[in-house]
Nanobody, 130 residues
Framework: PQVLEESGGGSAEAGKSLRLSCEAS?????????MAWFRQVPGEEREGVAA???????RYADSVKGRFTVSRGLGKNTLVLEMNNLNPEDTAMYYC???????????????????????WGQGTQVTVSS
């Protein structure tokens, strides 16, 4: 299975920015690696935040559209989430998720659904104060 290592996160004031990064290792180069960001608040379900496909197309949760930007690194095994204009509602544990597919594309189904991914990072906390 893939191993996901997350970095970034931390604390910020409302209106400020944070950057999350996730690097995947131990994945098969013969399949397409799909990656996404999710977040979870205690007592609530984990929700999809952002994903990017192999052709560069992106998908965002409505709550972060226009504020967050997701991208893949040059090596294609890195996923970055730039979070701008943060608000306290963005406070959560953020998780990197990955899965592989035989397809050339990841968005064969809704990329912000939990079932699309088989591997999860440990999570990195993001706390936004008002």
């Amino acid at each position: 299975p893939q191993v996901l290592e997350e970095s970034g996160g931390g604390s910020a004031e409302a209106g400020k920015s944070l950057r999350l990064s996730c690097e995947a290792s131990r994945y098969s180069s013969f399949r397409t690696l799909c990656m996404a960001w999710f977040r979870q608040v205690p007592g609530e379900e984990r929700e999809g935040v952002a994903a990017v496909d192999t052709d560069g197309s992106t998908r965002y949760a409505d709550s972060v559209k226009g504020r967050f930007t997701v991208s893949r690194g040059l090596g294609k095994n890195t996923l970055v989430l730039e979070m701008n204009n943060l608000n306290p509602e963005d406070t959560a544990m953020y998780y990197c998720a990955s899965g592989v597919t035989a397809s050339s594309y990841c968005f064969t189904d809704d990329p912000l659904q939990l079932y699309m991914y088989t591997n999860w990072g440990q999570g990195t906390q993001v706390t936004v104060s008002s």
